[in-house]
């Protein structure tokens, strides 16, 4: 009975620690993502709408083109936001696998 209690405890430490280690995985999968993701809406959000902006002002641009501008900004920035909550969703999981706040 002693032998069996003591498998069954090693079995579900090793589960533990294996859906740790895929947690913390898919975090730093998340933070290489984010960080990539992050430069490109800072590049997005001060160019293009800018550029979008200006041209449409001298009429260089019609209001579509404008409009598309700031939806692909948006879009950036929706992107990166999720990807945020996906990264905070696998911090959570881990604190909550080790069994305290990090």
Known sequence: MVAAASARREATMQRAMGELGTALAQLRRRARNGAADRGEPAAAGT???????VAY???KADFPALLDAERQV???RLSQLAAEV???MRLAEIER???EDL
Do not use: N, S, V, Y
Not at 47 to 53: I, M, N, R, S, V
């Open 47 to 53: 160019a293009e709408p800018a550029g979008a902006l």
């Open 57 to 59: 002002e001298t009429g």
């Open 74 to 76: 948006r879009q950036a």
């Open 86 to 88: 996906e990264a905070q």
């Open 97 to 99: 696998l080790i069994g």
